[in-house]
């Protein structure tokens, strides 16, 4: 089934200029890049994004992190799109990433892993709904 995720290319991967290079994994893998754009992320952007997190630990180092330089966020259509994004970005922790996987190849720490993607299609539709509107998504 064709499906919409939620794509974030990461402040860590921004400030190396890997942009490009995490763009031809996603467009070698069939992932359509429909919608693109480069912003800084506001504080509370952030907060609202990874509010499921608030409670954990690692939670303000996060929305420090998201909003310390550009971020690209992206809207990717495919085929089982969300769970074919998670396969090539790879584990969370770049340590545990299979060969191959954006986060294998890129990544520094579990913190600073290059990219982030739709965990659900529920979630998918939400995070693009925080981004992007309609008529900014080409596909
Ligand atoms: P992401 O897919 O964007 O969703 C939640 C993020 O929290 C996750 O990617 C990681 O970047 C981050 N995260 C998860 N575990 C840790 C951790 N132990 N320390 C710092 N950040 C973490």
Same mark, same amino acid.
């Given at each position: 089934m064709t499906e919409r995720t939620f794509?974030?290319?990461?402040?860590d991967a921004t400030r190396r200029n890997l942009t490009g290079k995490v763009n031809a994994v996603?467009?070698? &893998?069939?992932? +359509? *890049?429909? &919608?693109?754009? +480069? *912003?800084r992320m506001s504080r509370a952007q952030a907060e609202k994004f990874y509010?499921?997190?608030?409670?954990r630990p690692?939670?303000?180092?996060?929305?420090?992190?998201?909003?310390?330089?550009?971020v690209v966020v992206q809207v990717l259509?495919?085929?089982n799109a969300v769970a074919r994004y998670r396969e090539v970005m790879g584990a969370t922790n770049p340590a545990q990433?299979?060969?191959g996987t954006i986060r294998k190849l890129y990544a520094e720490s579990v913190g600073e892993n290059s990219v982030h993607g739709?965990?659900?299609?529920?979630?998918?539709k939400i995070e693009i709904a925080q981004f992007f509107t309609d008529d900014e998504i080409v596909g």
């Open positions: 794509s974030i290319i990461k402040p996603i467009e070698d &893998a069939g992932l +359509r *890049i429909v &919608a693109q754009k +480069r *912003i509010e499921v997190h608030k409670e690692f939670f303000g180092e996060l929305v420090d992190f998201m909003t310390s330089a550009p259509e495919g085929d990433a299979a060969e739709s965990d659900s299609l529920e979630n998918a």
